[in-house]
C-alpha cells in the first residue's frame, strides 16, 4: 500500500473510491452505497474522518454530487470552454484536512443552460488518459445522459437529456407503466423505436405505444424495448442531427449496447471507451495539475 | 320534463348527464364525480338502473370510457375513416334496458396506432352542430390531447398526445418536480417554452429548465409555465408542421387559452368551439342516426 492519494467518485446513490500511487496506478478500489442521499447533509464530515482513517490519513480528492448544494460544501461551477488546469484551481478545499472537492462544470449557450457534476473528471481523463481523441464527441448515458464536445482536451459545450429519467417516470406512473415491464434489449422493438424518434413528435409517438397494444399490433412485452429505443432513438437523433458521427462511449455494457445500436441506426459510429480507467486517468490528472 | 332521451358523457373521472327533449334542447343536466374508476367493473349495472330511476325509464346512450376494458362493456373500435352513421351502427345494447354504449374510434396508418374513446362524439357534434367546418383540424386538449382531421363530416384521421400527462408526471415525479409549483399563464415564460418546442429536443431541453433555475438563468416561479410552453408547444408543432393554419378548439377557457398561444406562435389560428353545445349536437345527431 504506497498509495499516494484517494480519488472518491461520490455520487447521489454510490460512492468509489481509488487508492492511486506515485505511477498513476490503482493499488486499492473500494465500493459502497453511501452516496450523498444515504450520507445526508450533516453526516459528511464523520464520513471523511472515517475515510481518512481507513485510508492511513492520505489526502483526498472528491468528485461528483458531494460537491452539489445537496452534498458536503457546494463548489462552484467551472463555465465553459472548461480546461483541466481551471478545473484544478477551482478545487475546493476542505480545511484542516487535505480533502479537495472538484467543481462541476456549466453551460450557458443559445438560450440553454446546462450543469454537470462529476463527469467533468471521466470526460477529461478520457483524453488526458489516451482513451478518446482530444476533439471528440463523448456519450455518458444514465438517468441524466451527458454529451460532451472536447476541443484540444477542453469541454467546449456539453448538452444532458433526461433519457433515462423519463424512462423511469413512465415506467412508474401514468399510462403507460402497466406495459413496461418487458426486457429492453437491442432487438426489433428497440430500432423501430429509434426509426420512430425521427418524426419529432415524441409526446404523440408515446401514447401510440398505449394504442398499439390495446390494438394488437404489438406485443405488450415488446413495449419497454419500443419506448426505450424512442427515447434513446430522441437523444441520439438529435446529436447526431449536426452530422456528426464518431461517438466515443462511456457506460457499463448494457446501456452502451443500446446507444451504439441507436447511434448506428442513424448513421453514426460508437467507440467504446473504459469509464472506471477514465476517471483514474482523470482524477490523476486532476491532481497532478494542482497549483 | 319532456325529455326524449339522456345522454351520459361518463368519463374515467367524471359524469355528465343530459335530458334531451324531441327538439334536440337539453331540458336538464346533471353533474358529478361517479366516473368509471369510481364506480368501478362491477358498480355500472347498479350505477345504470339508479340513473333510468331517476330519468324516469328514459332510454339512454352513453359515451366515454364507459365502453372501455376498464369500464361497463368494451365496445369494439370503430376504425379511421369514421362516420357517425357506422359509429350509430355499433353502438353496443344493453339488454333488457334500453342503454346503448357508442363505440370509440381507431386508426392504424403509417406505423402509428391510435385510438379514442368519447372525444368523437364532440368531433360529429361539432360538424353538426355547424359549430365548425366539415373540413377542419380540430383540438381537444386534456390529459391526452386528441387531434381530429375532419373531412366532409368524417373523422379521416387523428392523433393523440399525451401532453397533459406528461406535465402530471414531470409535475409530481422527479428532477423538476420541486420547481413546477408555479402559475401556468401563457406569459413570456411559456412563450419561450413553445419557442423551444421547435429545437426538437424535448428530453435535453427539460433538463434545460433544471439548469437555468441552478444557474439562475430562470426564476423558479416561470418554470412551470416554460415547462407547460415546451410540451404545448411540441404538441402543436408537429400539428401544424404540414402547413395547417385553422384549428378549432374544444376546451375549457384556461386550456383554450394556452394552447391558442402556442397555435399563434406557430403561425396559426385558433376558432373557438363550445364543447358541451358540440357534445349535445352529436350525441342528438347518434341518436337520430340509430337503425
Chains 1, 2 share one sequence.
Not at 146 to 152: N, Y
Request: aromatic content about 6%; glycine content about 14%.
Amino acid at each position: 500500500m504506497t498509495g499516494e492519494f484517494v480519488a472518491i467518485d461520490w455520487g447521489t446513490t454510490n460512492r468509489r473510491a481509488y487508492v492511486i500511487d506515485k505511477t498513476g496506478d490503482v493499488v486499492r478500489t473500494d465500493r459502497d452505497g453511501r452516496g450523498t442521499l444515504a450520507v445526508g447533509r450533516d453526516g459528511f464530515a464523520a464520513e471523511a474522518s472515517a475515510l481518512s482513517a481507513r485510508y492511513g490519513g492520505l489526502p483526498m480528492l472528491l468528485a461528483g454530487m458531494v460537491g452539489s448544494n445537496r452534498g458536503w460544501h457546494e463548489t462552484a461551477y467551472v463555465p465553459c470552454p472548461a480546461d483541466l488546469d481551471t478545473l484544478a484551481r477551482n478545487v475546493h478545499w476542505v480545511e484542516p484536512a487535505r480533502i479537495g472537492i472538484v467543481p462541476g462544470v456549466s453551460q450557458v449557450a443559445g438560450g440553454r443552460a446546462d450543469v454537470m457534476r462529476g463527469e467533468e473528471v471521466q470526460l477529461f481523463g478520457a483524453v488526458a488518459g489516451g482513451l478518446a481523441p482530444g476533439d471528440a464527441l463523448l456519450c455518458q448515458p444514465g438517468t441524466h445522459c451527458k454529451w460532451a464536445w472536447m476541443k484540444a482536451g477542453r469541454i467546449d459545450g456539453f448538452t444532458t437529456a433526461m433519457t433515462g429519467e423519463m424512462f423511469a417516470l413512465l415506467k412508474s406512473h401514468g399510462l403507460l407503466s402497466s406495459q413496461l415491464h418487458g426486457p429492453v434489449v437491442p432487438g426489433a422493438a428497440f430500432v423501430e423505436g429509434v426509426a420512430d424518434a425521427a418524426r419529432h413528435d415524441l409526446l404523440a409517438t408515446l401514447f401510440g405505444t398505449r394504442a398499439a397494444m390495446l390494438l394488437g399490433k404489438r406485443d405488450a412485452a415488446a413495449s419497454a424495448a419500443y419506448v426505450s429505443g424512442l427515447l434513446i432513438g430522441s437523444d441520439v437523433e438529435a446529436r447526431l442531427r449536426d452530422g456528426t458521427r464518431d461517438v466515443h462511449m462511456l457506460a457499463d455494457p448494457t446501456l452502451a449496447g443500446l446507444y451504439a445500436a441507436a447511434i448506428e441506426a442513424f448513421g453514426g459510429r460508437c467507440h467504446h471507451v473504459d469509464s472506471h480507467g477514465a476517471f483514474v486517468a482523470g482524477i490523476t490528472s486532476i491532481w497532478r495539475s494542482l497549483p
